[in-house]
């Protein structure tokens, strides 16, 4: 079979709405674009844990620092599947922390940005989980079978991230007068962050067009960060919060929630590097891996001693 053939008969089944597998043919290109998400994914995953890390000796009670402990350790959990999920596609684990520790690699620009007081906490469950289900439940449609199932089970966890994010703010914001300041300002500062990490406005996304043709992303970032925004602002009406968009407003026609302009170009300069913690990040990561070499080198000579026994008794 020739290569266009393989590549009609391989959309045909994208079309049809059936899963592509690990170890099947798929178009180069296919391939390419899956690892740069399912990595840059797993990479936000990872990177994501550092923010949140920064109060876990600092929450203000017992019940909040279980939660937040047991929420960064999920997120750990989603870089491992994820790492996972794009080694089925015949990279390997240690040349994707490569890219992510030599600044190759991008990973959400939401996590350049620093937790300056506690109410940051809820903001990132609240915002940017939030922000992360509605996309990834988009995504747990998509057309690859290891990644789409991984986002099954990360949007559940993602679930419970964002119930305590807004449970956290909630609290604060019925709080005294500080704490519903400090609430306040934790949304002043995250919530435009939150609407740019949905990716590009569908005009200047250059990857959409073959993403969507492949059902690696069944919707635009467009549509997904329209979904994410009418889904919360009502929740932070709820809350006595005010949202720091002046020309917000409901369009009653469309049903819509409608936003002012947003800030591409701070979105551009934090994902080129220059955002307020990018150079902090990469350390961290950086670092990480220089202090966990021992550990891999250790578990590498157990691994091959282990099978060097099994061959001698075999
Ligand atoms: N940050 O053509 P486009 C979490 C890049 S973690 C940085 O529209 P695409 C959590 C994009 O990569 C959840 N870069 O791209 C963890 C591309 O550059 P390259 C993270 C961004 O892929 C811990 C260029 O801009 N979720 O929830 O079609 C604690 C043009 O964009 C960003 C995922 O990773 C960004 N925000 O669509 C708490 C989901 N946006 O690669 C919470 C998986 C865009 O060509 N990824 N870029 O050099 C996706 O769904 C898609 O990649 C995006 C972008 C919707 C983000």
Known sequence: MDIAEKEKQFQDKIDSGQKIEAKEWVPENYRKQLIRMISQHAHSEI????????????????????????????????????YSAAETLG?????????????????SSIFNYPTLTWADIGAIGWLVDGAAIVNQTMLARGSYGPYSRAMVRICKEESFHNRQGYELLYDLAQGTPEQKAMAQDALNRWWWPSIQMLGPSDADSKNSGETMRWRIKVESNDTVRQRFIDRTVPQAEAAGLTIPDPDLKFNEETGHWEIGEIDWTEFYQVIKGYGPCNKKRLRARQEAEHEGEWVREAAKVYAEKQAAKKTKAA
């Open 47 to 82: 990177v994501g844990m550092l923010p949140e890390g920064n109060w876990i000796t600092r929450a203000p009670s017992l019940r909040r620092k279980a939660v937040l402990l047991a929420k960064i350790q999920d997120e750990a959990g989603h870089g491992l599947y994820l």
């Open 91 to 107: 990279v390997e684990r240690g040349e994707l922390i490569d890219q992510l520790i030599t600044g190759k690699a991008k990973y």
